[in-house]
């Protein structure tokens, strides 16, 4: 009697320890925050496990990636068993994704202007350039960043470098796009581009996320510790400042005067230049930005991409150039083209000479 009542514990207590041991509460990564998702069976799949994500987070399953939940070096596969991978309770698991209404407010159309008036946009040249980088409320957001805003510098600067700022998703990285490593979506000839502007230009990183995501997506891409280059520092969302236009409200501007009121021995503008695949982020420095075209659908558009290459290009030619405000940069393009053809003619002129060279009087024998 007392041998079956204590087969009967063994038995309930082998249970509950089973019991514990097949459910996993695991920690979710996104946006910079956590989000915890308890009690999930070992047995669930992957898919499973992404509805329970869902509930947490509102990003759809077909939304989500996450990064770090890998079988056999590639990211795990909805059918995939939890119990199959290598996966304990507490596991942090970082994930990529948008919210649908995120998604639907980056792809809404602008209603129709009303007929007869004249309507502004993002990448007219009458975006409220002139009101905006000039207002003292604006300015003095500008300074509280200089003055409070910790900047983290990775290499010194360089006397007698000019500045380039650069933006990151859709500008060197397609951050939406599904793929099994950050590599596939790098933009075309990234690190031959960064290795040329190196030569004549400090490089910063400035993307509008949280640093934690800039610093993982530059270990990804290899850009963090490249021995062909180097990045300067790391600027995100908390350098940029608001600012209010007469047309569209509030929106969230990268204001080049945080940079140069931390290093105004080095930068001005004079000598920087920043691109972002959005208008606005310049409309504090309206003459120093440069649209560059997104770089989205990276499977589709790798072969063709070509932007980062031809914008090497018009970095080596205006490093020539003391005064970057007398430039436009929405012409660059016309002034590769302009730079190339006096090159032509000049190779063309030094050819001509000399063939028609008279050739050396040759001595008496």
């Known amino acids: 009697m007392l041998a079956s009542s204590l087969d009967s514990v063994g038995k309930n207590m082998d249970c509950e320890e089973q019991s514990t041991t097949s ?13 915890d998702v308890k009690n999930l069976n070992i047995k669930s799949d992957v898919k499973t496990l992404k509805e329970e994500i869902f509930k947490c987070t509102g990003v759809r399953p077909e939304r989500q990636k ?6 056999s070096g590639k990211m795990a596969p909805d059918e995939c068993l939890l119990n199959a991978i290598d996966i304990k309770s507490g596991t942090n698991i970082m994930m990529v994704g948008s919210k649908e209404e995120d998604i639907a ?3 809404v159309v602008p209603p129709k202007r009303e007929k007869g008036r004249k309507c502004k946009s993002y990448d007219s040249e009458e975006f409220d ?22 900047i983290k510098v990775l290499n010194d600067p360089r006397p007698g470098k000019k500045l380039l700022v650069l933006d990151i998703d859709y500008t060197l990285f397609d951050h939406r796009s599904a793929a099994e490593s950050g590599i596939e979506l790098m ?11 190196y030569e004549h230009y400090d490089i910063v990183i400035w993307s509008a996320t949280d640093m934690r995501w800039i ?13 062909a280059y180097k990045i300067m520092f790391y600027l995100d969302n908390g350098a940029m400042i608001t600012v209010h236009t007469p047309k569209y409200g509030v929106v969230s501007v990268k204001p080049l005067g945080v940079i140069w009121g931390k290093f105004p021995e080095n930068y001005n503008k004079q000598n920087t230049i920043m691109f972002d695949d959005i208008r606005r982020n310049f409309l504090m420095n ?8 997104p770089f989205r659908e990276a499977h589709l558009n790798w072969e063709m991409d070509k932007e980062l290459l031809h914008l090497a290009a018009y970095l080596v030619e205006i490093a020539k150039i003391d005064d970057f405000t007398k430039l436009n940069h929405r012409n660059w393009e016309k002034f590769i083209k302009k730079a190339q053809s006096k ?19 040759q001595p008496n024998l």
């Open 105 to 107: 407010e980056a792809s």
């Open 187 to 197: 933009r075309p000839y990234l690190h031959d581009f960064l290795e040329s502007a």
């Open 66 to 71: 996450l990064i770090n939940l890998r079988i």
């Open 215 to 227: 610093e993982r997506k530059m270990a990804v891409l290899n850009v963090a510790n490249n021995a």
């Open 23 to 35: 459910l996993l509460d695991i920690v979710i990564k996104w946006n910079g925050n956590d989000y």
């Open 343 to 361: 090159k032509e003619k000049r190779h063309k002129k030094d050819r001509s000479d000399s063939e028609h060279k008279p050739p050396d009087s």
């Open 286 to 293: 309206p003459k120093n930005g440069l649209k560059i075209r």
């Open 129 to 150: 350039e002139e009101r905006v980088d000039k207002m003292e409320i604006h300015l003095a957001k500008v300074q509280s960043r200089v003055d409070n805003y910790e």
